[in-house]
C-alpha cells in the first residue's frame, strides 16, 4: 500500500541511516519481543481511518474489532453502528453477515434490536453446513446472541468439524478441499471457545472437541523459524501478500480464547512468545492485516499462563566510565503494566560479560535497575535477561536476548610521519625524513615528498586506544590529503597490524588515480576517525605536505566552481537525408492511385440506375444520406492524401461512417422490401 515516492523515501532514509550509524552513531537495543508501543499502535489507526466512510460491512467488521482491540473509539460510531443495522433488518442474514454486525454492534455498545427470526435462520444453516465457515460464522453470531442451543445441534457440528481435521492438527475448509491450514484451525479453536458458551454438549460433541484439544501440541510443532526467536504458520494463498500473518495471528487468537473458555486446554508457553513476536514484527498493510495484528495480540493480552512479557533496554548505550546503569522495561505485549517479576541478568560467554554471577534486577520507578560499578571495556554486550511473574498464572516465563553498546574516548597516539625511499609502499625501507604529532595541541608536521623519479612515498602509522588503555578498532580510520588546488580529495584506508598499529601509505601515482593529476604545492592532510562505540569521533588537521612532482606528471585539471550555471549550448542539427531516386516516388505515386483508377472504370462500366431510386416517402432521405455519407468519405479520403494528417482525419471519419451506417440500413432495407413487393 505505498506510493513510489513513500517508498523511496524509506529506502534512501534507511541507507543513510545505515551509513550514520556504522561511522557515528549509537545503535539502538533490541529486545526478544519488542512490546507493542504506542507508535505501533499509530501506525494500526493510520490503516484502521484511511477509509473513514467505513461503506462495507467487511470493512466496519474489521474497523470496530480493531479499534476494540486497541481500547479506541471510533469518531464515525453512529455511522458503523447503521451500517451493522442495515445488514440485520434484511429479512434473511447470512451468518457471516449475522457474524459481522453482530460483532459491530457488541463492540459499539449499539442500541439496536435485534431480527427476532435471526436465531431460526442461524440454526437451519448451521444444521445445514457441510464447511468450516459455515459452522464458525453460525456459532460465533449465536455466541453473540446469548443464546442458548440445544447439545444434539452443537454435537452435530463439531462433528462435521472434527471430520476436517488432519493428524498434524491443521484442518481443511471444506470437505473436497484438499489443502489443510494452520489458520483453519486457529478458526476451529475460535468456534469450539463460542461454542462452549451456548450450553451443555452431547456425548458425541464433548468427544469431538476433545480429539481436537489433543491436537493443539501437535499443530505448534508445524510452526517455522522466522528469523531470530520468532515463529510463524504457513498461510492460504487466499489471504494476499501477508499470508503468514493472517494464518498466525488467527492461530494466537483461537488458541487463546479456547485457554481461557477451557482449564485443560495448555498451550506450550515458549512457541506462544515467538508466535507473538512474529505477529509483532510484521508490517499491517490493510485494514484486514491491522486486524489480525490486534485482535490477536490483545487475546493474548489478558492475564493468562501463555501471556508473554516484553523486555525492552530504556538506554541505548552507557559509557565505559564507572557508576553508570543499565535500565530495563517488563510489559505485556501491548505495552500495558506487567504483572510483578523477578528479573535476572545472566552471566554472558566469554570475556566481554555485565555481570559474573546471575544478578537480580533492583526495581526502581516502574524499572528494573543493574548497578554498572565497574569501569566497562568498550564494546557490544550481548546477555541475556530471565523474567519469572511471582505468580505463574497470569503470565509465562521468559528468556530474553538484548544487547548494549559500551562506549567511551579513543585515545591517538604515536603519531609518526615519515618519507620513505621507493614507489612502492608494500618493500620496506628506512625513513629518509621523519618527525612525531602530538595530538591534541601538539605542533603540525611539515614534511617533503620528492617525486621527481616518482621513488618516494608517504607512510603515517598511529596507535588507538580505548579507556582502559588496550587496542582499540574502529569502523573508519581514513587519511584525507587535500590538494592545494581544486575541490577533491584523496583518500587512504589505514590498515591494523597485528601490534594494533594503523599504518597509512601515500605515494604520488595513488594521488595521481585519485585527483586527476599532481600539481606542486602544499598538501593538507587530516586524520578521520568514527565508530559507534567512540564518544569522539573526530576529524583532525595533521600537518602539511610538500609535493614536488616530475615534470612529466599530469597537473590537477582546473575545476571551477560545480554550484555555477553551466554555459549555454546549441544542438548540432542533423544533417538530411539523402532523398530516394524520383523514379520510387513515381512508381509509388501509381500503385497508390491505382485503386482510385480501378473504382471510376466499374463504376463506368456498372452505370448508374436512377430507375430503381425512391421516388416518395422517407426512404429518399435515407438514401439521399447514404449516397451522400458514401461521397464525403470519399472526399475525406482524397483530403487525407492532399493535406489532413491522421488525427485531423480520424475524427471526421468516425463522424461521417456514423451517419452512413445510420442511414444506409434504413435504406437498404427499403430496397429490399420494395424487390419483395413487385416479386
Not at 493474548?300 to 530504556?314: G, H, I
Given at each position: ?8 523515501k ?15 552513531l ?18 494500526l ?14 470493512e ?9 482491540a ?5 469518531e ?19 451468518s457471516?453477515?449475522a ?10 455498545g449499539?442500541a ?13 444453516e ?24 440445544s447439545?444434539d445441534v452443537?454435537?452435530r457440528?463439531l ?10 492438527g ?26 462452549k ?9 464433548h ?36 499470508a ?24 506450550p ?6 508466535l507473538a513476536?512474529f ?9 484486514r492485516?491491522?486486524?489480525?495484528v ?21 538506554n541505548k548505550f ?14 505485556t ?8 517479576c523477578?528479573?535476572t ?18 526495581v ?21 535477561v ?10 509465562a ?10 562506549r ?14 621507493g614507489?612502492?609502499?608494500s ?19 611539515h ?11 608517504l ?9 582502559t588503555m ?15 588546488v581544486?575541490e ?11 601490534v ?12 595521481e ?25 573526530q576529524v ?5 605536505l ?7 606528471m599530469e597537473?590537477?585539471p ?11 549550448f ?12 524520383q ?19 466499374m ?7 436512377l ?6 416517402g422517407?426512404?429518399?432521405a435515407?438514401n ?5 455519407g ?13 493535406k ?29 422490401a420494395?424487390k419483395?413487393?413487385?416479386?
Amino acid at each position: 500500500g505505498r506510493s513510489w515516492v513513500e517508498m523511496r523515501k524509506i529506502c534512501f532514509g534507511g541507507l543513510w541511516t545505515a551509513l550514520l550509524g556504522c561511522v557515528l552513531l549509537p545503535l539502538e537495543t533490541t529486545a526478544h519481543l519488542v512490546a507493542f508501543a504506542n507508535a505501533d499502535k499509530e501506525d494500526l489507526l493510520r490503516i484502521v481511518k484511511r477509509n473513514s466512510t467505513h461503506d462495507s460491512l467487511e470493512e466496519t467488521f474489521y474497523a470496530a474489532e480493531t479499534l476494540k482491540a486497541l481500547g479506541e473509539t471510533p469518531e464515525n460510531h453512529q455511522h458503523m453502528c447503521s451500517t451493522a443495522q442495515q445488514v440485520m433488518d434484511a429479512p434473511r442474514v447470512a451468518s457471516r453477515h449475522a457474524f459481522q454486525a453482530l460483532s459491530i454492534q457488541a463492540g459499539l455498545g449499539c442500541a439496536n434490536p435485534v431480527n427476532p427470526v435471526l436465531k431460526q435462520v442461524l440454526l437451519e444453516e448451521l444444521d445445514a453446513s457441510s464447511s468450516l465457515s459455515g459452522v464458525y460464522y453460525a456459532i460465533g453470531a449465536l455466541a453473540l446472541l446469548k443464546e442458548r442451543v440445544s447439545s444434539d445441534v452443537i454435537g452435530r457440528a463439531l462433528m462435521v468439524v472434527k471430520e476436517l481435521m488432519d493428524d498434524d492438527g491443521s484442518f481443511r475448509f471444506r470437505e473436497d478441499h484438499v489443502a489443510s491450514s494452520a489458520g483453519a484451525a486457529g478458526m476451529v479453536y475460535e468456534m469450539l471457545a463460542n461454542a462452549k458458551t451456548l450450553g451443555p454438549m452431547s456425548a458425541a460433541g464433548h468427544a469431538a472437541a476433545q480429539e481436537i484439544q489433543e491436537t493443539i501440541s501437535n499443530l505448534f510443532g508445524l510452526a517455522e523459524e522466522e528469523g531470530d526467536d520468532a515463529l510463524t504458520f504457513d498461510g492460504d494463498d487466499a489471504d494476499g501478500d501477508n499470508a503468514n500473518l493472517a494464518a498466525t495471528a488467527r492461530v494466537l487468537l483461537g488458541s487463546a480464547k479456547l485457554a481461557r473458555a477451557e482449564e485443560g486446554v495448555l498451550l506450550p508457553a515458549p512457541k506462544v512468545r515467538d508466535l507473538a513476536a512474529f505477529v509483532v514484527r510484521s508490517s499491517a498493510i490493510d485494514a484486514r492485516d491491522a486486524f489480525h495484528v490486534a485482535t490477536s495480540l490483545q487475546a493474548l493480552d489478558a492475564p493468562a499462563p501463555t501471556r508473554p512479557l516484553a523486555v525492552t533496554a530504556r538506554n541505548k548505550f552507557v559509557s565505559s566510565a564507572p557508576s553508570q546503569a543499565l535500565k530495563l522495561s517488563v510489559t505485556t505485549i501491548m505495552g500495558n503494566p506487567a504483572p510483578e517479576c523477578r528479573v535476572t541478568v545472566l552471566p554472558s560467554d566469554g570475556p566481554m560479560t555485565l555481570v559474573s554471577t546471575p544478578t537480580d534486577l533492583l526495581v526502581q520507578n516502574g524499572e528494573y535497575v543493574l548497578r554498572l560499578d565497574k569501569p566497562l571495556e568498550m564494546g557490544t554486550y550481548t546477555f541475556s535477561v530471565k523474567v519469572s511473574p511471582t505468580d505463574p498464572l497470569v503470565a509465562a516465563a521468559s528468556r530474553t536476548t538484548l544487547s548494549l553498546l559500551v562506549r567511551g574516548n579513543v585515545a591517538v597516539s604515536d603519531i609518526k610521519v615519515a618519507i620513505h625511499s621507493g614507489a612502492s609502499s608494500s618493500v620496506p625501507s628506512s625513513p629518509l625524513a621523519s618527525t612525531m604529532v602530538a595530538l591534541p595541541g601538539g605542533s603540525a608536521s611539515h614534511l617533503t615528498l620528492d617525486a621527481l623519479e616518482r621513488s618516494q612515498h608517504l607512510r603515517l602509522t598511529l596507535s588507538l586506544k580505548s579507556t582502559t588503555m588496550k587496542p582499540f578498532r574502529a569502523n573508519q580510520v581514513m587519511l584525507r590529503v587535500t590538494p592545494p588546488v581544486g575541490e577533491a580529495s584523496a583518500y587512504f584506508v589505514g590498515k591494523m597490524t597485528d601490534v594494533g598499529t594503523y599504518i597509512f601509505a601515500v605515494t604520488c601515482s595513488q594521488l595521481e588515480e585519485q585527483l586527476g593529476g599532481v600539481s606542486a604545492g602544499s598538501y593538507r592532510y587530516a586524520l578521520m576517525l568514527g565508530d559507534k562505540l567512540m564518544e569522539n569521533s573526530q576529524v583532525t588537521e595533521i600537518g602539511n605536505l610538500t609535493v614536488r612532482p616530475p615534470p612529466n606528471m599530469e597537473p590537477i585539471p582546473e575545476v571551477g566552481n560545480k554550484f555555477s550555471k553551466l554555459p549555454d549550448f546549441s544542438p548540432a542539427p542533423k544533417a538530411e537525408d539523402e532523398p530516394p531516386p524520383q523514379w520510387i516516388s513515381l512508381v509509388f505515386t501509381v500503385l497508390a492511385l491505382l485503386p482510385l483508377v480501378l473504382l471510376f472504370v466499374m463504376l463506368g462500366q456498372l452505370g448508374a440506375n436512377l430507375r430503381a431510386f425512391p421516388k416518395e416517402g422517407p426512404a429518399i432521405a435515407f438514401n439521399l444520406g447514404l449516397h451522400l455519407g458514401i461521397a464525403s468519405i470519399m472526399g475525406l479520403l482524397v483530403l487525407y492524401w492532399l493535406k489532413l494528417s491522421v488525427l485531423q482525419m480520424l475524427p471526421i471519419l468516425g463522424g461521417l461512417c456514423l451517419l452512413t451506417c445510420m442511414t444506409g440500413y434504413p435504406a437498404l432495407s427499403s430496397l429490399v422490401a420494395s424487390k419483395v413487393k413487385h416479386a
